[in-house]
């Protein structure tokens, strides 16, 4: 079994930053690509950026590429998702997830573990 736990949301004015972290226990964090998804109310969950156990390739949203940076910390079992000049339609529930048969996916289904999510709110 897998546990992700997602910290690091907040209320952040537009144009501001914020960092996200997803901690992770209870299997070889190193050998599995992970994901951040968003999901804003009334609205499908969707693909932010993926990484894969190197740390070596990422993939990313067109929405967010250049503004976002996934990384990986694996002696410390973290995935952390680096948001920059952040904009009112980034607000959503952001989680991260584990992809245990391969990847990169885009596709949520394709994720086997999930975190319980972090508000992340950005004002105009």
């Known amino acids: 079994q897998v546990q992700l736990v997602e910290s690091g949301g907040g209320l952040v004015q537009a144009g501001g930053s914020l960092r996200l972290s997803c901690a992770a226990s209870?299997?070889?964090?190193?050998?599995?690509?992970m994901g951040w998804f968003r999901q804003a109310p009334g609205k499908e969950r969707e693909f932010v950026a993926a990484?894969?156990?190197?740390?070596?390739?990422?993939y990313y949203a067109d929405s967010v590429k250049g503004r976002f940076t996934i990384s990986r910390d694996n002696a410390k079992n973290t995935v952390y998702l680096q948001m920059n000049s952040l904009k009112p339609e980034d607000t959503a529930v952001y989680y991260c997830?584990?992809?245990?048969?391969?990847?990169?996916?885009?596709?949520?289904?394709?994720?086997?573990?999930w975190g319980q999510g972090t508000q992340v709110t950005v004002s105009s």
């Open positions: 990484i894969s156990w190197s740390g070596g390739r990422t």
């Open positions: 997830a584990l992809d245990q048969w391969g990847g990169p996916e885009r596709v949520a289904a394709k994720y086997d573990y």
């Open positions: 209870g299997r070889t964090f190193s050998s599995y690509y």
